[in-house]
């Protein structure tokens, strides 16, 4: 059994877009104006806007404005991202269609 370079690295690279795919829409349903109030915190005075997936390491806004970054949320978000991105080389790889 040969290992491929291309197929891990393309499984890996669609794991970790799973995982922001996912991380995006965390943020766009515990955000109080959606996905929008991310991207642009301008357009909504008194949203709140919480990112991350699966545990929430940024949050801002809010009428008594706070603004929270929690470094060892977003250090366990970052080692789930690069597991899925790991495994989904790994499962590329072990699914990979052989040579004849």
């Given amino acids: 059994m040969s290992y ?3 197929r891990f690295s393309t ?3 669609l794991g970790l877009l799973l995982f922001v795919a996912l991380t995006a829409l965390a943020t766009h349903l515990r955000s ?3 996905l929008r109030a991310a991207i642009n915190p301008l357009r ?3 949203c709140i806007r919480r990112i ?5 390491f940024y949050e801002e806004g809010g009428y008594a404005y706070r603004k929270i970054f929690d470094g060892p949320a977003f250090a366990v978000d970052s080692a789930a991202a690069l597991t ?3 495994m989904g080389g790994l ?5 990979r269609k052989p040579r004849r």
């Avoid at 991350?52 to 929430?56: D, H």
């Avoid at 499962?91 to 699914?95: H, N, P, Q, S």
């Fill in 11 to 13: 499984g890996a690279l």
């Fill in 91 to 95: 499962v590329a790889e072990r699914f």
């Fill in 52 to 56: 991350g997936f699966p545990l929430t």
């Fill in 44 to 46: 909504c005075f008194d």
């Fill in 32 to 34: 109080d104006f959606g």
């Fill in 4 to 6: 491929s370079p291309r």
């Fill in 84 to 86: 899925i991105g790991v």
